[in-house]
């Protein structure tokens, strides 16, 4: 009898409450939230469980530690199919074992993916980083950009310069979630500095990313001056397409800005020629070196302040130099993020300056 009593306790709902702990990045879902999710139409991780599944059990802590590195690009999600509620989306979702691990690519609106691999962290977090569809053009030469500027004119469109290899993740996320709205993404690796520089922007430090969004039918962009986050670059993007984003007045000033620059170089150009002119006309004549002299000096005082303000980048919205990293390693960012895997190994101080995953 006592025995019975003792089952009963272990199979009781309070076993259910430890499968991920409370700490964990894993977010319980109900149908509610579910819905509320796919919605996003972002990359997420969904582990259908049952609590009292001992492979469920023994995921558990694998599928935390993919969580921590995936957070908060990739949110990783759990339902409790043991749940009355939630019985239905499990049916639904056709789950028919526990755990049942599916990843959805852009939420609803594509169809979802079964994970069949081992149930380790890395496995997690490697399915999911390279499932996020690619809803960005890739600029490799920078006579590209021009043209798919041209091509996407009613839209608004933001590019990324970065001198990464690899299109950032934080990027690839941020081109998926807004892959259905009036915003369109691109990214160029500037590797040296140098399409920065054909651009009319500042090279740049080692590891500088740009962004710039050209606003729906201009041509000239602005850049993005705020940090390089998910969240941040959300709320800006958000900001764009609702409207409250005030892209007329940076656009105008990054506008002014190419205009001066221009006439600038007008200024100096008609001036040379007056100068070449007169020195002809000097030639012919045989007289006024002093003449000639001043005028030489008006030209090179022009070009002096030219040197100044012709050069400066039309937008001037600056990026924060972030530190790069092609942080494609589990094991490393967990360490970054101080994920206490039961081997404390502090990272060396150089490793620590690295750039957070989730920034550009
Ligand atoms: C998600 O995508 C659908 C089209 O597939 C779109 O109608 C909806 O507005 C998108 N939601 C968000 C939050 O971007």
Redesign the pocket.
Known sequence: MKLWIAVAVALSPLVSAAIFPKDSHVKMLDAKGFREAM???ETSLVAFVAPWCGHCQRMAPEYSKAAVGLHPLIPTYAVDCDADKNKKLCANQDVKGFPTVKLFPR?K?LPPMLYEQERTASGFYHFATRRVPKAFTKLSQVGEIASWVGKHETKHRALLLTKDKKVPLLWQVLAN??S??ALEFGTHRDKKGTSSAAMGLEAGGKTESKVLLYPAGSPTPIRYDGLTKLDSLSKFFDSVLDGTADLEAQLERANKKAEKAEKVEEKVKEESEEKEASEEEKEVAGEGEEKVETTKKAVEKKEGECVESCEAPPPTMGVPDSVPADADDLEKILKDSGFDDGQPEPAPAAEQKERPKDEL
């Open positions: 919605k996003k139409n939420g609106s979630k807004y259905n709205t």
